[in-house]
């Protein structure tokens, strides 16, 4: 145990911890992982919180405020954060956290390891905790912009980072939702077909049922077709796939219950709410489950073609449960995701959704750092959910994650260009068009027939450009030539 002062730079802090601190620097510390405490010098300040999986909230919060976290829901709770380590009245987060000092500095304290490391803020303290100690803390104080990313580079020097890049992509799923066929991709495909796209990624829809990955009714032709429909037009084929869940009426839930995660009352485990009802985990740590991943990426990118893959729900393997080997849930769902990898190869295109942000560096290629968007800006139904749908909170999720850069390809969802079919003005049309931008990934839904002129021109002059980005501000930055404040919409 550890008990005393770190420097950093000119603030003398008292902290306490699991094992002595390293200096690594003027004013950043390695710290043995476990507890730790360290009293920071403001009192009434701003805290970074950080959420568990891709569509948790991330943000600045006054300490005196309401803790940012999805309240009045357990399933919106469940689905889209860290049900087990919420924390209803203190501010916390996961994995890594950070305190707004007096001076325009902050203070980061971050893990650089697995375990669900947890980090939280009172008036007068920065802490961390994890479920199981694995790898060091992080603790450095100094420009805002500059210690994020010297957080993001240390998780990428102990995660590894990838190279693979995804260029632009056409997804299904903000235009045609579940409703697509082989039909639909064929002829969205052909008015995609001069139009500078990377990738045409189906999206939900496909499959027999969530947990049966087959093609349904509407793909008689079976997948492989419809890849040669995609790649024939001059594309990389992409799917969207949930492979560590499944629904209760699945032939896979129905005839291997024992292959899910099991709950303590001796039924599966409930891992989430979509789809109208609740889903169950596939428990990964068992022989027979990771001979059925290993069959099904096989399948989808040997047998089928496709070399893009959108991995949804995934933080459902890495929740706490009954799983037949006594692994920790973090350190599971990336074996898990490790296992996929090895499967499709170092050329297979990984983006993961539902992640667990910081457990699925080196594994994946990009991630989504925020809820979904939609034609709208917000969603009057769901208030106090700020991973409810909507431009809005997924802008304010994505745009807090910026700093990841380093460790993946961000993605802050689609952009809309149409302005029929959506409600998005101009402005918001125009922040959603600039995040992407930002944040290094380019997508959208938008089928060409459903533009106007002057918004195909738009969309071909975005995916063309090359734009040189540069951060001056918490949400300055600038993109070639022109300043982009984004901070009105925060
Ligand atoms: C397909 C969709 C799209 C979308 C994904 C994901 O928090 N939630 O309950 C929640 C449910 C669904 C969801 C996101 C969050 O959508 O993000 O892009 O692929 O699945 O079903």
Not at 116 to 140: I, S
Not at 256 to 273: K, S
Not at 335 to 349: F, N, Q
Request: aromatic share 10%; proline share 6%.
């Amino acid at each position: 145990k550890f008990a005393g002062l770190v420097q950093l730079g000119d603030l003398s802090l008292p902290l306490r911890a699991d094992g002595a601190p390293r200096a690594l620097g003027d004013r950043e510390y390695l710290i043995p992982s476990g507890s730790v405490t360290v009293v920071h010098p403001v009192e009434a300040t701003e805290f970074f919180r950080h959420g568990w999986n891709s569509w948790s909230p991330s943000g600045w919060r006054h300490v005196g405020d309401a803790p940012l976290r999805i309240h009045g829901s357990p399933e919106r709770l469940l689905t889209a954060d860290d049900a087990k380590n919420d924390t209803p009245h203190a501010h916390s987060g996961s994995a890594v956290g950070a305190i707004a000092l007096a001076d325009g500095e902050i203070l980061l304290l971050g893990a650089l390891g697995l375990g669900a490391p947890r980090v939280g803020a009172t008036a007068t303290t920065l802490w961390g905790t994890v479920e199981e100690p694995d790898g060091e803390w992080f603790l450095a104080r100094g420009p805002e912009q500059e210690v994020f990313t010297r957080y993001a580079q240390l998780v990428a020097e102990r995660f590894g980072a990838r190279e693979g890049r995804a260029g632009r992509v056409w997804c299904s799923w903000y235009s045609f939702y579940e409703h697509i066929s082989e039909d639909l991709v064929r002829r969205t495909v052909a008015d995609l077909a001069d139009l500078p796209f990377d990738v045409v990624q189906l999206d939900d829809g496909w499959e027999r049922s969530v947990g049966d990955w087959e093609a349904n009714e509407r793909f008689p032709s079976g997948m492989a077709a419809t890849v040669r429909t995609i790649t024939d037009a001059g594309f990389r084929a992409g799917l969207w796939l949930s492979p560590l869940i499944a629904l209760p009426h699945s032939d896979f839930a129905v005839h291997r219950p024992d292959l899910l995660v099991q709950g303590t009352d001796g039924r599966p485990m409930v891992a989430g709410y979509n789809w109208g009802g609740p889903y169950y985990a596939l428990d990964t740590t068992q022989e027979e489950v990771k001979a059925h991943l290993r069959e099904l990426f096989t399948r989808v990118v040997g047998e089928w073609g496709f070399t893009y893959l959108k991995l949804d729900f995934m933080y459902a393997g890495a929740l706490e449960g009954g799983r037949s080997e006594p692994v920790h849930r973090e350190q599971a769902y990336r074996d898990a995701v490790a296992l996929i990898r090895e499967t499709v190869g170092d050329d297979v295109y990984l983006l993961g959704c539902g992640v667990p942000i910081i457990a699925s560096a080196g594994v994946f290629d990009g991630v989504r750092v925020g809820p979904d968007v939609a034609p709208f800006w917000e969603n009057a139904e769901r208030p106090g959910d700020p991973t409810g749908v909507g431009a809005k909170n997924a802008f304010l999720a994505s745009i807090h994650r910026s700093w990841l850069r380093p460790v993946f390809e961000t993605d802050p969802d689609v952009v809309y260009f149409r302005r029929r079919r959506s409600l998005l003005d101009d402005d918001q049309r125009r922040l959603l068009e600039d995040l992407a931008t930002v944040l290094g990934f380019k997508s959208t839904s938008d089928p060409v027939d459903w533009l106007a002129d002057d918004e195909v021109l738009e969309l071909r002059d975005w995916l063309e450009r090359r734009e040189e980005v540069a951060q001056l501000g918490r949400y300055v930055f600038r993109i070639d030539d022109r300043v982009v404040d984004l901070g009105p919409f925060v």
